[in-house]
């Protein structure tokens, strides 16, 4: 009976300090519900808004929320937990991606990006390419942030594109939506050379798999369009550019194309020998061993002396996937008379060439050999 009477008395003790509380809230006015967020370099975004086993659902629901800054931390919270394996197949289990559909063409900036950053680190989950290239409206307005005002948008969509891409599930959807034909169309328009070089890097991943993309390609005049790169100041837009290259020149359209451009291409590649990039100096190699296998552009190669420049890579590189670009190039140069005599007298230093890193290395320096002595 007296534990009944002080059970009774806290709970209106309780009551009555709920009471004093709703009094002191009513006289002090309407509560502000802005955040105070100490320090200007604090970003709210970035606020986890939920954990454990509820979290995904409670994102879910709060990605089209009609706060923007409530869907900007749900999108954020998502994109942290679409790394972990396990949590992204309960991204795509639970239809999360139905709600990145409106997102990706949504009106904010913020929104657009790291609804593609998310696209992205999924395409690379077990089951997450699939996952995206099902759902049709994703595909359809992935197409349309190619396109996008921002750059930075622009280029974070060309990534995500090469992601999915590299993916053997979504690739064919990918070319059946005409992906490939769109990136070409970017090429051409594309004046930010960061994102240039993005695109071109998801175009590369499409000739890859797809003699269709290349012909595309070489069809469009990519060959004159892109070949001014090749002397850009950034390293990286001219890597790109020779790898999307390399696939136009293994078609003989290409190496057409190439002949025809405004651009001395020989010229150029024969400077990218000297680069102090390695990486470029090996695709350049490999550029001009294809565009050496026709006559006129073994006779430009002999007027530079290009097959000095590839001699002396040949002698003394370290990198045998360089040196053997090189020695394809040189192989194919040689049949041309003046650099044939130009070799014959430097014959003795052939010797020199490292021999024992790859027997592959040793069968093209035998040809080489053999066709500096025929007749």
């Known amino acids: 009976m007296v534990e009944q009477n002080i059970s009774k008395n806290n709970r209106g003790l309780r009551h009555f300090r709920q009471d004093l509380l709703e009094t002191e809230y009513i006289e002090a006015g309407p509560l502000n519900y802005d955040a105070t967020i100490y320090g200007p370099h604090v970003d709210g975004t970035k606020r986890q808004v939920a954990f ?13 929320h009609g706060d923007l800054t409530i869907a900007r931390q749900a999108l954020v919270s998502l994109l942290d937990f679409a790394h972990d394996p396990e949590k992204a197949q309960e991204i795509i289990k639970l239809n999360v991606l139905a709600r990145l559909v409106r997102m ?4 904010d900036d913020f929104i657009r990006y790291h609804t593609l950053l998310v696209l992205n680190v999924l395409a690379t989950q077990p089951n997450g390419a699939q996952a995206i290239i099902d759902k049709v409206f994703i595909i359809k307005n992935l197409l349309k942030v190619i396109s996008d005002e921002s750059p930075k948008i622009r280029k974070q969509a060309a990534i995500t594109i090469e992601t999915l891409a590299k993916s053997v599930f979504a690739f064919s ?9 769109n990136l070409v169309e970017r090429v ?5 050379i960061d994102v240039l070089i993005s695109v071109l890097s998801a175009l590369e991943a499409f000739m890859n798999n797809s003699g269709k993309a290349t012909c595309y390609a070489i069809e469009k005049g990519l060959c004159e369009k892109i070949s001014v790169y090749l002397s850009h100041e950034s390293a990286e837009a001219r890597l790109a550019t020779l790898k ?18 405004s651009t001395d291409m020989i010229l150029e590649l024969t400077n990218l020998l000297e680069d102090d990039s390695e990486d470029i100096v090996q695709e350049a190699a490999m550029d001009l061993a294809l565009l050496f296998i026709t006559t006129k552009n073994k006779l430009r190669g002999a007027d530079l002396s290009t097959d000095q420049k590839l001699l002396f890579l040949a002698i003394n590189s370290k990198n045998v996937t360089l040196k053997m670009n090189v020695m394809q190039a040189l192989i194919n140069l040689a ?3 003046a650099v044939k005599e130009r070799l014959k007298s430097h014959i003795h230093e052939f010797t020199s060439i490292d021999k024992m890193t790859s027997q ?10 053999d066709v500096i002595h025929q007749l």
Request: charged fraction near 30%; hydrophobic fraction near 45%.
């Open 52 to 64: 454990g086993r509820w979290a995904i659902p409670k994102i879910r629901a709060e990605l089209l």
């Open 104 to 107: 990706l063409v949504s009106e």
């Open 173 to 181: 959807c990918l070319m059946d939506n005409e992906f490939d034909q």
């Open 188 to 192: 051409q328009l594309e004046e930010d």
């Open 244 to 261: 999307v290259l390399q696939h136009m020149l293994m078609k003989r359209s290409g190496k057409l194309a190439a002949e025809n451009c």
């Open 335 to 337: 049949v041309a008379p």
């Open 360 to 369: 592959k290395i040793t069968e093209l320096l035998m040809r080489l050999i």
